[in-house]
């Protein structure tokens, strides 16, 4: 018998997905996730997601090679949110920081810039 | 000239918030604010979020006792995400767990349990 947690999709067939670093414990960014992104993650465990606005399964870092080794996978309490806990290669996020909550809501800049996006992206 | 980050609300005027231990750095829990929660989280230093299942504004804590705290809030590079930085009172998880993310998606127990929901709840 398994107690995995049952997961509960949205109407769109997805799930928001945090993504923490598991040294630091900064986190890193959100995205979503269909069942099939969680399956490839689980058996790769290379940090999969499915993107909304391409409407296509997404491996993280696939392009820019910056790519997240996910360690564990967690769950909460009512099924429809993951963490995904990850060592981070290079940076999370596309404009060159380690983490996309780089900025407070005041406007403040807080985050750290570790790659050149105009290397890593065409 | 404020360069406060534009936010992107989705179509139920929502986005996405984590909120996380500003000291441990473990994730607590996701909910959701529209712009009013974000306003008076903003105004009185407590999370509020907006509950979708209530379809109302809720400030976190208010019935069990277990409110948080906002050190800082953070935007993502796309501005549809926030991240609460928050002292918690006691446990974030209705279930009585310090965070909702407990089990693994393996079904493995791995967060703490730190009061008894039925003393907090009705």
């Given at each position: 018998m398994s107690d995995a947690p049952d997961l509960e999709f949205d109407d769109r067939g997805l799930l928001p997905v945090i993504a923490q670093d598991?040294?630091?414990?900064?986190?890193l960014m959100l995205a979503y996730a269909n069942r099939e992104a969680i399956e490839r993650t689980r058996e790769t465990d290379r940090a999969h997601y499915y993107s909304r606005s391409r409407q296509q399964l997404w491996e993280k870092?696939?392009?820019?090679?910056?790519t997240q080794a996910v360690r564990e996978i967690r769950v909460d309490c009512d099924g429809d949110t993951l963490l995904y806990l990850v060592d981070q290669e290079?940076?999370?996020?596309?404009?060159?920081?380690?983490?996309?909550?780089?900025?407070?809501?005041?406007?403040?800049h807080v985050g750290e810039e570790v790659f050149d996006p105009d290397d890593a992206y065409e």
């Open positions: 598991a040294d630091t414990g900064d986190v870092g696939a392009t820019s090679g910056h290079g940076g999370a996020c596309h404009t060159g920081h380690r983490t996309c909550f780089y900025r407070t809501i005041e406007g403040e």
